[in-house]
């Protein structure tokens, strides 16, 4: 066996420990060998040291509670870590250009009249009867998404669902969403 296999094999070994016992020597070793690597790969990718930490720091505690999804047939433990953490700085990255609320005024806002209030009203009556009658599946992540302000991977590691199905159906219940709003305001 060649040094490079026998180390693939060493790693995914230390993983399923991990996964296994919560083997906190066997993650000690994973953190020492990929925490560093993963910090580099991240201020190589443009990220600032603090932020570079930050994300290591996450992606090594993913890795402590995801080690039972890590599948030694699919992929090393090197890519499916490093795999985490370029997902991670994605999410950082969109998290950054969020868009500033805007300035709030001082003072009190002046009382929509009573026309724009009932529409506004008509409006939010009629989403959230478009968002109830999404599927199950579908409703519950645009309500993590949105009204609970998670990102894909966050209600990805939530539910335990891969990244590509949570955002597909995202997509799907945005499309539906989309669909029966404008069918809605066409009858009116």
């Given at each position: 066996?060649?040094?490079?296999?026998?180390?693939r094999?060493?790693w995914?070994?230390?993983?399923?420990?991990?996964?296994?016992?919560?083997?906190?020597?066997?993650?000690?070793?994973?953190?020492?060998?990929?925490?560093?690597?993963?910090?580099?790969?991240?201020?190589?990718?443009?990220?600032?040291?603090?932020?570079?930490?930050?994300?290591?720091?996450?992606?090594?505690?993913?890795?402590?509670?995801?080690?039972?999804?890590?599948?030694?047939?699919?992929?090393?433990?090197?890519?499916?870590?490093?795999?985490?953490?370029?997902?991670?700085?994605?999410?950082?990255?969109?998290?950054?250009?969020?868009?500033?609320?805007?300035?709030?005024?001082?003072?009190?806002?002046?009382?929509?009249?009573?026309?724009?209030?009932?529409?506004?009203?008509?409006?939010?009556?009629?989403?959230?009867?478009?968002?109830?009658s999404?599927p199950?599946?579908?409703?519950?992540?645009?309500?993590?998404?949105?009204?609970?302000?998670?990102?894909?991977?966050?209600?990805?590691?939530?539910?335990?669902?891969?990244?590509?199905?949570?955002?597909?159906?995202?997509?799907?219940?945005?499309?539906?969403?989309?669909?029966?709003?404008?069918?809605?305001?066409?009858?009116?």
């Amino acid at each position: 066996m060649s040094e490079a296999v026998e180390k693939r094999a060493a790693w995914a070994a230390e993983l399923e420990l991990v996964a296994s016992s919560r083997d906190a020597a066997a993650f000690a070793k994973v953190f020492a060998h990929f925490a560093p690597r993963v910090k580099a790969f991240l201020m190589k990718s443009g990220a600032d040291a603090a932020m570079a930490e930050e994300c290591a720091q996450d992606v090594m505690a993913t890795v402590w509670h995801k080690a039972g999804s890590f599948d030694a047939s699919r992929a090393s433990a090197a890519t499916w870590i490093f795999t985490i953490a370029r997902n991670r700085r994605i999410d950082m990255l969109r998290r950054e250009r969020r868009p500033e609320p805007e300035d709030l005024s001082w003072g009190p806002e002046a009382d929509p009249d009573q026309e724009d209030a009932m529409t506004m009203q008509q409006e939010t009556e009629r989403l959230s009867a478009a968002i109830a009658s999404l599927p199950e599946k579908q409703r519950v992540l645009i309500e993590r998404a949105y009204f609970g302000d998670l990102s894909h991977s966050e209600i990805a590691e939530a539910t335990g669902l891969p990244l590509g199905t949570i955002k597909s159906r995202i997509r799907m219940a945005l499309e539906r969403l989309r669909h029966r709003m404008s069918q809605e305001g066409i009858r009116e």
